[in-house]
């Protein structure tokens, strides 16, 4: 029987054990520091909404109005679960294209959000002046926290599960890379085949001392419940006025008032108040008023109403306000789930569900990428960045989502060799994986603070500007953050054959784009892998999945005599792109750059110095990537643009990718998509066995029901991704990115869409489609053929 520990008996952990005990042949033992919901969730406001901003943080969310009333019935206990319906309220017109498109998204999956103006907010007594419109969800809801946790632990301890109160942990366990247990503060140790760490706030120093990731901070988090108000409406909705930070709910004829603080401040939970039980901070109006003064105006009835209670307590947040679930990478059997952002008693439902058949099954019952911990770059867990990220991150949570939206405090956290260089040819730096790179390139000052849009971006120029510098001349683009893993060892091959779709027996020198995947045929990575030598590899993935990617080499090499070292920052990588590339680099080498084939690499000498040239591309070009080590990449560099080459930044990069309907991991690639599906079929070798075959042999018998499909837009409207693709009434599918060519200037889409056994790509291109995109329906036309050089002449020039 497996053993499973968790820390924390708060809703988080409490939902786990619930959800684990329910099926699997488990010991669960649940332990809390002090006594049940004492640390974050007795305060939790209770506020449950099923919509979120993506498909998946909306599939988490949902869960919760199935569970909180069949756990009344299994236990016989209220949750005080009540659906009282809600307004997201909007006063930034801006704000309604948001609203629009997560409506949108929410009718996809079965909810019931509607648009509407502010005569349609049907409650008295508000103060509807300078609101520009709202979203009515009929799904919001309320629970009381502390019973839903109650009932929780009820059916869990029926179910087998050992909770044990007044049980502080001291340390995490671990051997060889795996947790095998936890000590306690008395010095008991409790062994374990997985642990799941569920202490919110107090999760953090846990995960530091085993060299764990965690990006989140304790602040302090305010809210005030009113006297009684005898004539409030009864189930009050909740109210969210998104662009003034507060909430409203009611509650028991009360009204409880919070909002989501600017430079929140933040607290130690380790520190002299940490290990208080049921916490309360003093009153903090310097704090609080702004919020005050935004609920007085919107209800203005208020003012004859006084105040009962002032909470002020501690509420965890996380580097980039989205929470950190599933198994760390840095040590097997570790499981997370914190830095729930003040939703954690409206997510434990879902959480616990999908942590619980991710302890079971080894792997995430569905793509949780966004939320996944293995996103989180180790930097982001310093102290000083994460104390500096409250300034901003507690308030995202209700601040607007601009298109492109970059953060302003925290930055510079990584930086390539070459930013001193990038920077002096007028980059424009935003983050990209944690990494400041140039999203676009200014001439002078007007092209530097561009404002944000929700329609035609103002950068959009600057991009079709850097890119056009590849029609006949060559581009710089800045590729550092890229992953970079070298695999080398007796048995290299052999386990990259076992990974990966393509075949990897190649020539030294060789480069191949290949996928890996998981037992079930979905995409984990999109990688190119390099033979450098008999016995060793150079495997090159995405910046943003590089610490996942680097545990999911680490776990499965296992068995294998071969080492994975992860060389990312060893090298900086300049992408040389356009038709006068090869021109270009001639100019500053010795070397034979027209007997240099496509998909190949080889050491050059490039301005007096060696790096490695291979030649790919990712935005349809002649060109290679230089590889060089980071103490000769500025030489190179400076050759390279005194010998005229011009630089091209991150947007203009996406808006050449998708002209050439290149998939991008995390976006169009997951791990829920197969290559059959994606379009990648082209990397498959059948004749090999590899990790997933069985799974693809059989979506091969029976043809994918699903095809990614790139779209023309005609009417030009912003793609984002996650806008439903209609056909004939109904909703076929779901954009996954999306932008406007730099080349063609047409604005495409990927998406992924139903299809019918053996439908050709022809068949789909006479299908009748409209995307919504902001409320607005537009035709759309699926391609068969990217519209830049469809038949590669360029790049493979």
Not at 313 to 333: N, Q
Not at 344 to 361: F, H, K, L, N, P
Not at 518 to 533: C, K
Not at 692 to 705: E, H, I, M, V
Request: charged share 20%.
């Amino acid at each position: 029987m497996r053993k499973i520990v968790i820390i924390g008996g708060g809703a988080v952990g409490l939902s786990l054990a619930y959800h684990l005990t329910g099926g699997g042949d488990v010991s669960v033992t649940l332990l809390e520091r002090n006594t049940l919901t004492s640390g974050t969730s007795w305060h939790a406001a209770g506020i449950v909404g099923p919509l979120r901003a993506t498909p998946n943080a909306t599939r988490l969310a949902m869960y919760a109005g199935e569970l909180f009333p069949k756990l009344e019935a299994q236990t016989g206990l209220s949750t005080g679960y009540r659906r009282t319906g809600g307004y997201w309220i909007a006063r930034d017109p801006a704000r309604m294209d948001e609203l629009h498109r997560i409506a949108a998204l929410g009718r996809h999956f079965g909810l019931h959000p509607a648009i509407t103006g502010a005569e349609g907010i049907d409650l008295p007594g508000l103060n509807l002046s300078g609101v520009v419109g709202a979203m009515a969800v009929e799904e919001d809801a309320n629970v009381n926290p502390v019973d839903l946790c109650m009932a929780y632990a009820r059916q869990a301890k029926a179910q087998g599960a050992e909770i044990v109160e007044n049980a502080r942990v001291a340390r995490i366990l671990v051997e060889d890379k795996r947790v095998c247990g936890v000590e306690l503060a008395d010095g008991a140790v409790i062994r374990a085949d997985q642990v799941a760490l569920c202490a919110g706030a107090w999760s953090k120093r846990l995960a530091d001392e085993i060299g764990v990731t965690l990006p989140l901070q304790a602040v302090e988090h305010m809210y005030i419940v009113t006297e009684p108000m005898p004539e409030m409406p009864h189930p009050f909705p909740v109210l969210r006025d998104l662009d003034r930070g507060i909430y409203v709910k009611g509650d028991a004829g009360k009204l409880v008032i919070g909002g989501f603080e600017p430079d929140a401040k933040c607290w130690d939970a380790w520190g002299a108040e940490g290990d208080r039980p049921f916490l309360e901070m003093p009153e903090d109006w310097e704090q609080f008023t702004p919020f005050m003064e935004a609920a007085l105006d919107l209800i203005p009835g208020l003012e004859k109403v006084g105040i009962q209670h002032f909470m002020n307590g501690p509420e965890s947040f996380t580097t980039d306000s989205k929470m950190l679930i599933g198994e760390t990478p840095e040590v097997d059997g570790l499981y997370v789930a914190a830095g729930m952002n003040s939703v954690g008693v409206m997510s434990s439902a879902g959480v616990g569900r999908v942590m619980a058949d991710w302890m079971r099954e080894g792997h995430a019952p569905y793509d949780l990428w966004e939320v996944d911990v293995a996103r989180a770059d180790p930097l982001a867990a310093a102290a000083a960045h994460v104390e500096t990220r409250m300034q901003e991150a507690v308030a995202d949570v209700f601040a607007l989502h601009w298109p492109f939206k970059q953060s302003k405090v925290g930055r510079g956290l990584r930086r390539s060799a070459l930013h001193e260089e990038w920077e002096a040819a007028g980059a424009v730096f935003g983050l990209t994986a944690g990494w400041e790179r140039g999203l676009w390139y200014a001439k002078d000052a007007s092209e530097r603070d561009l404002p944000y849009s929700v329609g035609a971006q103002p950068w959009y120029p600057i991009a079709v500007r850097e890119a056009a510098q590849m029609e006949a001349g060559t581009a710089l683009l800045d590729l550092s953050p890229f992953g970079k893993f070298d695999i080398s060892g007796p048995d290299a091959l052999a386990f990259l054959q076992k990974i990966a779709t393509a075949n990897l027996d190649v020539a030294i020198g060789r480069a191949v784009y290949t996928v890996m995947l998981n037992a079930r045929g979905g995409i984990e990575a999109d990688v190119t892998i390099r033979r450098s030598g008999a016995q060793s590899f150079r495997l090159v993935s995405g910046a943003a999945t590089r610490w996942r990617d680097g545990a999911w080499l680490r776990r499965r090499a296992a068995g294998f005599d071969v080492a994975v070292a992860d060389v990312t920052e060893t090298e900086a990588v300049i992408g040389v792109m356009g038709a006068g590339s090869r021109q270009l680099l001639e100019s500053l080498s010795s070397d034979d750059w027209q007997d240099f084939p496509f998909s190949t690499a080889k050491a050059v000498t490039l301005a007096g110095q060696i790096c490695m040239a291979q030649r790919v591309s990712f935005v349809g070009e002649l060109g290679w990537e230089l590889y060089i080590p980071t103490a000769q990449a500025r030489q190179v560099f400076r050759a390279l643009r005194q010998a005229g080459a011009g630089p091209m930044g991150h947007y203009a990069l996406d808006a050449c990718r998708i002209e050439k309907a290149y998939r991008h991991m995390g976006h169009d690639l997951g791990s829920d998509i197969s290559p059959l599906e994606a379009g990648l079929g082209f990397t498959i070798d059948w004749s090999k066995d590899f990790l997933g075959k069985a799974a693809l042999d059989a979506q091969r018998a029976s043809g994918p029901s699903r095809r990614l499909t790139l779209f023309e837009l005609p009417s030009h409207p912003l793609i984002l991704h996650d806008e439903p693709i209609w056909e004939g009434g109904q909703v076929v599918g779901l954009t996954t990115s999306g932008a406007r060519g730099a080349r063609t200037g047409k604005t495409l889409a990927l998406g992924l869409i139903d299809i019918a056994p053996g439908e050709t790509g022809a068949a789909t291109s006479k299908r009748n489609f409209t995307i919504e995109i902001a409320g607005q329906h537009h035709a759309a036309t699926a391609l068969t053929r990217p519209p830049f050089d469809p038949a590669g002449e360029r790049m493979k020039a």
